[in-house]
């Protein structure tokens, strides 16, 4: 397990950075840039139900988008253990990227937990405070889902008034990284755009291809 964490480690703050920077920035500025043109709509006294669709259509490209780049982070990560398993003969954990995705979102679990605590014991000053404060740094670094979590739907019912949404918004990051880490493991592409290529650590000696070659007349 240490050996896990410290090979990955730059692999958690990278998936990291993809969700705050790329896939939480990206989806706030298009959530903040989408509301922005429904204000000066309404004020005009033109409808604002084309802003909530337009909301909704820009969140969904940009979960898209956000879950593609952690799609070809573990993909690349996959393909690269399947060579070094051939080579070496070592087994292959199937949960390897499951495991690096949920290490990497950690955090978003504990920003989950404060929020929820935040709101069970809103009448406390302090912990009310602690809740918003860890709020508003998931809706950032979730900007990719704020379109949808805060669309209100039939009955008045808005997924970011519940405590429990937001557990549930780093599963399509450990799903894809889940199913990248083994696809990438099988070499299935659509392209050569993932060809996966190994570091000069990680490649075989001359000693270890020789001992593969042999294996394979023997067989």
Excluded at 51 to 77: D, G, M, N, R
Excluded at 115 to 124: D, K, M, P, Q, S
Aim: charged share 15%; aromatic share 12%.
């Amino acid at each position: 397990m240490k050996n896990f964490f410290s090979k990955h480690s730059y692999d958690f703050v990278r998936m990291l950075l993809v969700q705050s920077m790329i896939g939480g920035f990206f989806g706030f500025a298009l959530a903040i840039a989408v509301t922005g043109i429904g204000t000066q709509n309404s004020e005009g006294g033109t409808t604002g139900g084309t802003t909530e669709v337009l909301l909704i259509v820009t969140s969904v490209l940009a979960i898209i988008f956000y879950l593609f780049l952690i799609y070809v982070q573990i993909w690349e990560i996959g393909g690269k253990d399947e060579m070094s398993h051939q080579v070496r003969g070592t087994k292959a954990n199937i949960y390897k990227g499951l495991l690096i995705a949920l290490c990497a979102n950690v955090p978003n679990f504990l920003l989950a937990i404060l929020i929820t605590l935040g709101r069970a014991f809103e009448e406390n000053e302090v912990w009310a405070s602690i809740g918003f404060v860890a709020d508003l740094v998931t809706k950032f670094v979730h900007g990719m889902y704020l379109g949808i979590i805060q669309h209100e739907f039939a009955g008045g019912f808005t997924l970011m008034d519940q405590w429990w949404v937001f557990f549930l918004l780093p599963i399509p990051a450990l799903l894809t990284s889940f199913a990248a880490y083994n696809i990438g493991r099988k070499g299935w592409h659509l392209t050569g755009i993932l060809a996966p290529v190994i570091p000069e650590s990680d490649r075989p000696t001359k000693e270890e291809r020789r001992a593969a070659r042999a294996a394979k007349r023997k067989k």
